[in-house]
Each structure stands twice: as structure tokens, then as C-alpha cells.
């Protein structure tokens, strides 16, 4: 690798380059890591031409590189969310055989919701999440329910704005967003018809660990129709089995 300029170290210049890509961007040529990574594009191309060599890179045949498979490996591996989605996936597996609509599963990360594992099929309503993707806490079911269960701080952080509007439902005053925050908590679930798509409704439950502790959030999009609130008992019932298997006693 090539020697770090103005005190900057090489694992510094290698985060940035993994930094470029995302949901909408998985495959880059090496001048648009570059330019993301604000590298030169020699510098890019070195680091980049030395993480293929480890398969933290690959090329396609077109010369684009995406994240090679030894990382997606190794992050497995480790990866905090592991546990989570192995005592969720039985649950939400059935929970998607009777819903048979996106069936999510969010945690909180660093003042967003991140979508770990989804489940759908291409019949089923628009979505705008993937895996790996993410969204402002304001604008969906899961990131609600996990706002709703946030320290105080995190809260008024958010409240703070601003809140990005994806449809005129979309909670963008703090005084109302307050308010549903504590609905969240009473009622024990988010229902957002329209927030993100007018056509679709996200409804989500938190899921608590052995501590009591809300630690994720599972969620389904489903039609915005007047069956969606009939979700709801499958959504608590799938939420209690998980928070169960993870050793929550009192769920």
C-alpha cells in the first residue's frame, strides 16, 4: 500500500474507499471511488488493486469493483446483528406466511434505522428499504418504534430536526412527532399509513432483549387499506416469540 500523505494513515484512506459504496451505488469504477473517497486516482487505484488481491474487493468483467465476498464473510462473522437475526428469522418467516408482505427486521445505528434482514416476494406492495439500507428515524414504522424507546437526548436530537418529508403524512412537526412518539410507547406499536408511499402502511413492534431493553424492531409494509390494522396481533405475537428466544422472561 502506498504511504499515507500529511499524517493520514493507509487504514484511514481504505475505510473511505469501503465508505463509497451503498444501496444505490454496489459496483464503482475506480475514478468514481476516487472522487467519493477524495483520493488521488493512482492512490485509488493502488489500494483498490491490493484489496482485490485480498478479496475485500472484486472487479467485474466491466472493470467495476464491489465489495468482495471475503468481507461480506468476515463481517457475517462478527457482526452484532448475528444473534438477533438468527432467534428472528424462525419468527418472521411465519409472520411473512400470513402477512405476505415485507417483513423487516431494524435496529438503531448511528441516529438511523438500519434494515438487517428483510423477507418478500415480487408480488408484494412497494418498498423502499433493503438490507444493509437505511432511513431517518422520523420516516417509517421501524425507526418510530425505536425513536419512541431511545434515550432523551437521541429524542430531542430528532426532534431538533430537520425532518425530511417523503409524503405529506410524513411527521415533520416536532410538536405531532412528540405526540406519536408517546403513542408508540402506550399503545406498543407504530402504524404509519402513507409516510414513505401513499399505497403502503408500516406497522412495527419492538423487539426487547434479556434486559427488558428495546433492541430492534420488526415490521411489515403492507396495503394501505383498511385490513392493514388487522396485522397487528400476528406483528405482537411474531414479537414476543423473538424477544422470548433472545431470554427475555418477561415477553
Known amino acids: ?31 468514481d471511488i476516487a472522487r467519493r473517497a477524495d483520493l488521488p486516482v493512482a492512490t485509488a487505484s493502488r489500494l483498490v488493486e491490493e484489496l482485490v488481491g485480498h478479496g475485500w474487493l472484486r472487479r467485474d468483467p ?29 419468527f418472521m418467516e411465519d409472520l411473512y406466511a400470513v402477512v405476505g408482505h415485507h417483513t423487516q427486521l ?10 438487517v434482514e428483510r423477507l418478500s416476494a415480487p408480488g408484494a406492495v412497494v418498498n423502499v428499504t433493503r438490507v444493509a439500507g437505511r432511513l ?9 418504534v425505536l425513536l419512541a424507546h431511545a434515550p432523551a437526548d437521541l429524542q430531542e436530537h430528532v426532534l431538533a430536526g430537520p425532518l425530511e418529508a ?39 413492534v419492538p423487539l426487547r432483549g434479556p434486559g ?22 400476528a406483528l405482537q405475537a411474531a414479537a414476543r416469540g423473538i424477544s422470548r428466544a433472545m431470554g427475555n422472561s418477561s415477553h
Open 106 to 115: 431494524a435496529v438503531l445505528e448511528d441516529r438511523e434505522v438500519l434494515f
Open 212 to 233: 427488558g431493553d428495546v433492541v430492534a424492531a420488526l415490521s411489515v409494509i403492507v396495503p394501505n387499506d383498511r385490513n392493514a390494522r388487522t396485522q397487528i396481533p
Open 62 to 90: 466491466d472493470r467495476r469493483v464491489r465489495v468482495g465476498v471475503r468481507l461480506w464473510e468476515l463481517a457475517s462473522r462478527a457482526s452484532p446483528t448475528l444473534g438477533l437475526r438468527e432467534a428472528a428469522m424462525p
Open 1 to 31: 500500500m502506498v504511504k499515507p500523505a500529511q499524517g493520514e494513515s493507509v487504514l484511514s484512506r481504505v475505510v473511505r474507499i469501503f465508505e463509497t459504496f451503498g444501496p444505490d451505488t454496489p459496483a464503482l469504477r475506480v475514478t
Open 166 to 204: 417523503f409524503r405529506r403524512t410524513t411527521l415533520t412537526d416536532p410538536a405531532r412527532l412528540r405526540r406519536f412518539l408517546a403513542d408508540v410507547r402506550r399503545t406498543g406499536y407504530a402504524f404509519c399509513a402513507g409516510f414513505i408511499d401513499e399505497e403502503t402502511t408500516g406497522i412495527a
Open 136 to 144: 431517518p428515524l422520523h420516516a417509517s414504522s421501524s425507526g418510530l
